[in-house]
Nanobody
């Protein structure tokens, strides 16, 4: 059974930091391209960042470049998103996604809420 479980979200003040985790199980994590996405209320889901199975980072949203860093630990089947200098506009539900070679081979986590507010 494939599972992607995000954690680490919460309420943080502007300028603060959070580290999101995505624990994967039920598939060969190291073979999959992993990514973080987010969806703010009333908006479409957007790509935040992608990391290949080899650890190559492909940036997504321009608004997070220089503040967010994606990483992965293949030994522990975990994906991370380090978020620094958070802004109110970063408020969203953050999702991790695993994508295999086939366009039909992908999985989503259930999401973790991030709220940036004073």
């Amino acid at each position: 059974q494939v599972q992607l479980v995000e954690s680490g979200g919460g309420l943080v003040q502007p300028g603060g930091s959070l580290r999101l985790s995505c624990a994967a199980s039920g598939f060969t994590f190291s073979n999959y391209v992993m990514s973080w996405h987010r969806q703010a209320p009333g908006k479409e889901r957007e790509l935040v960042a992608t990391i290949t199975s080899a650890g190559i980072i492909i940036s997504g949203a321009h608004s997070v470049r220089g503040r967010f860093t994606i990483s992965r630990d293949n030994a522990n089947n975990t994906l991370y998103l380090q978020m620094n200098s958070l802004k109110p506009e970063d408020t969203a539900v953050y999702y991790c996604k695993a994508a295999g070679r086939s366009s039909r081979d992908y999985y989503w986590g259930q999401g973790t809420q991030v709220i940036v507010s004073s």
